[in-house]
Nanobody, 115 residues
Framework: QVQLVESGGGLVQAGDSLRLSCTAS????????WMWYRQAPGREREFVAA??????RRYSDAVKGRFTISRNNANTVWLQMNSLTPEDTAIYYC??????????WGQGTQVTVSS
């Protein structure tokens, strides 16, 4: 059974940086597509960033230029978050997908940015 585990969240001040990581276990296959989502209190989960097979990256307008998604050749993905603002406060979730199979979700990691 594939499991994704996020880490790296925490409480920071506006302008600080955080690096989230997400590691997949329970499979010998390579995760092809990685995505990060976030959900703020009282809001729907929203897309943040994607890194798909072939290396194409995509970002939401809210984080473009501040966040960077990257991965290694194994099954770990990172989200480097710079110039954080209170509006970035949310639970951050990673999502991984092998080919066109069902996606897997992590349990989420809390990011809180104080002003």
């Amino acid at each position: 059974q594939v499991q994704l585990v996020e880490s790296g969240g925490g409480l920071v001040q506006a302008g600080d940086s955080l690096r989230l990581s997400c590691t997949a276990s329970g499979t010998t296959l390579r995760i092809d597509h990685w995505m990060w989502y976030r959900q703020a209190p009282g809001r729907e989960r929203e897309f943040v960033a994607a890194l798909v097979a072939g290396g194409t990256r995509r970002y939401s307008d809210a984080v473009k230029g501040r966040f960077t998604i990257s991965r290694n050749n194994a099954n770990t993905v990172w989200l480097q978050m710079n110039s954080l603002t209170p509006e970035d406060t949310a639970i951050y979730y990673c999502k991984g997908q092998i080919g066109s199979g069902l996606p897997y979700w992590g349990q989420g990691t809390q990011v809180t940015v104080s002003s």
